[in-house]
């Protein structure tokens, strides 16, 4: 006889967005020192100037979904290693295009994080040519040919929790 699954005393977390905003201001102190950060290491045109932002965190931000790497892998070099050119030119431009959006808050139980772009989490399609042209921006030259369950392309999402650690930097659709 198989026994029954033992309850785990946790409910599903349910996560609430926001309206999109486009108000920086609005932002949390240190979410809007964190995208300051790695604005300014993506206008200097070197993936390597992304180390500051990175490193001023205790973990690294995750720049791939579900895949692990050993421990001191090098962050830049898996960003690299993600970016078409193999020299993080497109990570870059990516960084800046993904922050250049309007972002939502993204609220599961007390953890509270914002996401950029918006439209990665709300689903309405481009309303003009201008909105088309920012969603592809947002897209990787590998993801370009695919598609979620939606039909929507793989769009770079970029996650900053309320106290201002970088948590993910990824494609929807990578790992």
Known sequence: M???????????????LSAPSSDIAALPAGVRAMRD?????????DIEALR???????VRPLFERGVKHPAGTDP???????????????????????????FVRVTRGPFESYEWPAFARHASPPA?????????????????????ERGRPH???????????WHYFWSEGVG
């Not at 785990?8 to 609430?16: L, N």
């Not at 769009?155 to 650690?165: I, K, S």
């Open 76 to 102: 830049i070099e898996v960003l690299k290693s993600l970016s078409f050119d193999r020299k993080g030119r497109e990570i870059l431009a990516l960084a800046q295009a993904v922050l250049a959006q309007p």
């Open 155 to 165: 769009v770079m999402r970029l996650g900053v929790g309320a106290d201002g650690v």
């Open 52 to 58: 500051i932002p990175i490193d001023w965190n205790e």
């Open 2 to 16: 198989k026994k029954p699954a033992k309850p785990t005393g946790v409910a599903p977390s349910v996560e609430i």
């Open 128 to 148: 003009n040519e201008d909105e088309a042209r920012a969603l592809w921006a947002c897209v990787r030259f590998a993801d370009l040919a695919r598609s979620n």
């Open 37 to 45: 950060k790695i604005l300014s290491a993506c206008e200097t045109n």
